[in-house]
């Protein structure tokens, strides 16, 4: 079984460590140095928990402080890559920007726009390979050796969790009728401004397609793919070379893309395959029939409260939910449970996790 961490969770007496007997393995978005924190992954490895670290290669990352401030992924992504060879704000080859424009065209993507929130998406096709390499290595390396100082939280089995593994940009684009400014929270980056493109709508296909000619080889996005899947196979290959996860190699997980290859790539498996019965592209028969391709799969459903409160679980998520629960007892592998934030798909989700633990108990 695995599970979703959030930081709250890894406090001392966090749901990470009380509930840890419902739970094999998980992974955890660890942004800012804490030794709290970071003792109960420890201690959670230390107790034969498989651990992925959370990161998202996909995009640079949005933070509410200045450089330099602990943040050991965010601070190494922005100054070695962000914004490498130039001052804070003007473009440089690893920004996906148009200068053409006024103001300057910035891709990012939709999450969190109501809140101001903004990732700015990596120029991934302006990475050579060695960039690649060098960029996988050191997540493998913030994976294994938390706070980078050689000595004092080393989890030499630990695995690297690669979030937001879509190879279609197109979907993740906002606005430029946002009026937002700069999303990455430092004071020294006063531009470009957060502006970007969205392919449905007419008004912003000449930014679009000035983007997709510059950043995706020819407007098909086909080099930009082809750097991802490197990334995530480079990944793997780093990960799986040295430590133990229990009797196995580690390995890295990486988001399956909603539906094929896309200009002909894809990131190969392992795969952590999530909201199984709710996802459009793919149907739940595709989904479970890739989980089964490969033992380090994790097919994961998302538990749901029942409108109009959603107080209370939905009993249509409860029916799916056992479906999968029938499936993971006669396949083995790993399972996994999200929730849709409300009260009632938080208690579905405990409920579906203490009905998997039952079900192992008794003898799969």
């Known amino acids: 079984m695995f599970r979703h961490w959030e930081r709250a969770d890894l406090a001392a007496a966090g749901n990470a460590w009380t509930l840890r007997s419902t739970y094999d393995g998980f992974n955890c978005n660890v942004q800012h140095d804490d030794a709290t924190y970071f003792t109960t992954i420890k201690n959670l490895v230390n107790e034969g928990k498989y651990f992925w670290r959370y990161m998202s290669p996909f995009n640079y990352p949005f ?22 060879g130039s001052s804070a704000g ?42 690649l390499r060098a960029l996988a290595t050191k997540m493998v390396s913030l994976s294994r050796d938390l706070t980078q100082d050689g000595a004092t939280y080393l989890l030499p089995g630990a695995g690297v969790f690669v979030d937001n593994g879509y190879l279609d940009l197109r979907y993740w684009m906002i606005p430029t009728s946002n009026t937002y400014g700069s999303g990455h929270g430092n ?17 912003y296909m000449t930014d679009w397609t000035e983007l997709e000619s510059v950043f995706g080889n020819g407007g098909t996005w086909a080099t ?11 990944i793997e290959t780093l990960v799986s070379a040295t430590g133990q996860m229990g009797s196995l190699s580690p390995w890295r997980l990486v988001n399956a893309p909603y539906s094929g290859p896309i200009n002909g790539y894809q990131h190969a498996m392992p795969w952590f395959i999530e909201n199984v019965f709710f996802e459009e592209a793919r149907t739940y028969a595709e989904s479970l029939a890739a989980w089964k391709q490969d033992y380090r799969n994790v097919i994961s459903a998302r538990c749901a409260g029942m409108a109009p409160l959603y107080t209370s679980p939905d009993p249509a998520t409860w029916t799916q939910i056992q479906t999968l629960l029938g499936e993971w007892q006669s396949n083995g592998g790993w399972i996994s449970f999200t929730d849709d934030g409300s009260a009632g798909g938080i208690t579905q989700r405990e409920q579906a996790y203490n009905a998997a633990a039952n079900i192992r108990a008794r003898g799969m």
């Open 63 to 84: 933070s509410a402080h200045l450089f330099g401030t602990g943040a050991r992924w965010e601070d190494y992504y922005r100054h070695t890559w962000q914004f490498s």
């Open 90 to 131: 003007s473009p440089t080859k690893y920004r996906m920007i148009l200068t053409s424009r006024s103001p300057d065209i910035v891709a990012c993507m939709w999450a969190y726009v109501s809140s101001g929130e903004r990732y700015e998406i990596a120029p991934l096709m302006s990475f050579t390979e060695s960039d």
């Open 187 to 203: 004071t020294s980056e006063t531009a470009p401004y957060l502006k970007t493109t969205y392919y449905v709508d007419p008004t």
């Open 224 to 234: 930009y793919s082809q750097r991802y899947t490197y990334l995530t196979s480079y």
